[in-house]
């Protein structure tokens, strides 16, 4: 089944603007491919470690419940990134999900479950898939020239 999850950004080393992107997933997609269809959706390379939590507010380190982590060795802190979104939502009373990227800067983002009742994928559509977003794309590098 489909389910559709908002990614906001909360936070990051050279956020400037607001972003939103509003994704369909199967609700069997681990954890480990929505980092990467947020990752793709914003083009930031996949080049550092990365942790999705549970808390009430995005810094908070009171009852904070780290569900995976991907270090710079690939090693995974309990294989939480195998974890299905089946298995992660509902998360539990008061806590949200939250994506940390990249550690040094720190791009922080909330994920919420849509309310919408999950549906059948579509026949021919590819997913995941950003199917709505507003505001502005983060850029990973912003003083970096391609050039």
């Not at 009852?63 to 995976?68: C, G, K, P």
């Amino acid at each position: 089944m489909i389910i559709e999850l908002t990614v906001k950004l909360i936070d990051g080393a050279y956020a400037t603007d607001d972003w939103i992107g509003v994704f369909e997933m199967d609700e069997l997609s681990t954890l480990r491919q929505l980092h990467y269809a947020i990752n793709d959706s914003i083009d930031f390379d996949s080049d550092h470690m990365f942790e999705f939590y549970a808390a009430r507010e995005p810094f908070s380190r009171q009852n904070r419940i780290s569900l995976a982590m991907q270090t710079f060795e690939n090693s995974v802190a309990g294989n939480g990134l195998a974890l299905s979104l089946s298995q992660v939502f509902p998360l539990g009373k008061y806590h949200k999900l939250f994506y940390l990227f990249d550690f040094g800067d720190q791009w922080v983002f909330s994920i919420s479950k849509g309310r919408k009742k999950a549906q059948n994928p579509v026949v021919g559509t590819e997913y995941p898939r950003l199917c709505n977003e507003t505001g502005t794309r983060p850029t990973q590098y912003p003083y970096c020239n391609d050039e």
